[in-house]
């Protein structure tokens, strides 16, 4: 009958449902970036398992929850988790996307709206680990900085050292059998995806109504 325990204990899932969009996202996109932002999430992952297991600080409550994979709570790894991929994102949306129109006004605003949802699920995602008793504040918080501190970082190497790889690695032989691309120099993907698809299903009704006449 807790409302709110179950509203959390689903906001806990959010790393399951990322996950499984990232996934799906490579498997339609095949984009260098999204498979690098992939990547940070899973070795923020070991690092997290690598710190649970030098500290072996135990969970707050451990007999109500016999279902969790390890009995070490610190630091948190779903609050380590939604933070990594909040901050990675907050960096991707300022520094690597850019204006691509004279829309400053929308195109700032819904930056802004979507960075304030990601911080948001973050915090939520942190406060459903203690509400749930799965984890202590300071399991919690620790977890969080932890996250933020990896992004940064990661999303830094990813800048600095695998993006000048990138057109390399497009070139690739077994790259291009699996159809991988990279789209770092393009600004912003989804205007840069909607002006091209728009031109050519344009271009394409022209042609098919002129076979037509």
């Known amino acids: 009958g ?8 689903y906001l806990s899932l959010g790393p399951i449902f990322i996950i499984v969009g990232f996934v799906t ?17 899973v070795f923020n992952e070991g690092v997290n398992w690598l710190i649970k297991n030098v500290i072996r600080e135990p969970r707050p409550c451990e007999e ?13 790894s779903h609050s380590q988790f939604m933070w990594f991929f909040s901050v990675y994102s907050f960096l991707f949306l300022y520094l690597r996307m850019h204006q691509t129109n004279n829309a400053r006004f929308l195109d700032l605003l819904w930056r802004h709206v979507l960075s304030l ?8 995602v942190s406060y459903s680990r203690v509400y749930l008793l799965y984890h202590t504040w300071s399991q919690v918080l620790y977890g969080g900085v932890a996250g933020s501190i ?12 695998l993006t000048p790889l990138f057109p390399r690695i497009a070139a690739w032989p077994i790259s291009e059998f699996f159809l991988i691309r990279d789209t770092s120099l393009i600004p912003n993907i989804l ?13 394409r009704q022209r042609k098919l109504g002129t076979k037509l006449q």
Request: proline share 1%.
């Open 2 to 9: 807790d409302f709110s325990g179950q509203l959390l204990a």
């Open 150 to 161: 990896m992004a940064i970082a990661w999303f830094a190497f990813t800048q600095e050292i």
């Open 64 to 76: 109500a929850h016999s279902t969790v994979t390890t009995k070490y709570g610190m630091p948190s």
């Open 25 to 41: 996202l490579i498997i339609f996109k095949r984009e260098l970036h999204t498979i690098s932002f992939l990547g940070g999430l």
């Open 191 to 203: 205007w840069f995806e909607y002006t091209v698809t728009r031109a050519e299903a344009r271009n």
């Open 117 to 124: 949802c990601l911080v948001t699920v973050a915090l939520l």
